[in-house]
């Protein structure tokens, strides 16, 4: 099992900055991947960062150049930069470890006013 907890949402300005946070807990070295995923009210889940362990990260074309995925071993974090009013969603933190199985956060809203 692995929990996730995000952390670093909130309400901001079209073109601020927020930085997610997310620790992993439990058997985190079974873990082979992390990303982000976010939401939006009306629209189904997508993929926004993703970083393998010991590759490079994929990003959604609409926030390359504005976001950055990185981690540090437990720990995911997504740099959000040039933020707009259409980054508005709930993200959620994913986990996905050897054995296939994906594990997911409860989420953190980031709300981008204009």
């Known amino acids: 099992q692995v929990q996730l907890v995000e952390s670093g949402g909130g309400l901001v300005q079209a073109g601020g900055s927020l930085r997610l946070s997310c620790a992993a807990s439990?058997?985190?070295?079974?873990?082979?991947?992390m990303g982000w995923y976010r939401q939006a009210p009306g629209k189904e889940r997508e993929l926004v960062a993703r970083?393998?362990?010991?590759?490079s990260p994929n990003y959604a074309d609409s926030v390359k150049g504005r976001f950055t995925i990185s981690r540090d071993n437990a720990k995911v974090y997504l740099q959000m930069n040039s933020l707009k009013p259409e980054d508005t969603a709930v993200y959620y933190c994913?986990?996905?470890?050897?054995?296939?199985?994906?594990?997911w956060g409860k989420g953190t809203l980031v709300t981008v006013s204009s």
């Open positions: 439990g058997i985190i070295l079974r873990i082979k991947a």
């Open positions: 994913n986990a996905e470890v050897v054995s296939g199985r994906s594990y």
């Open positions: 970083i393998i362990s010991g590759g």
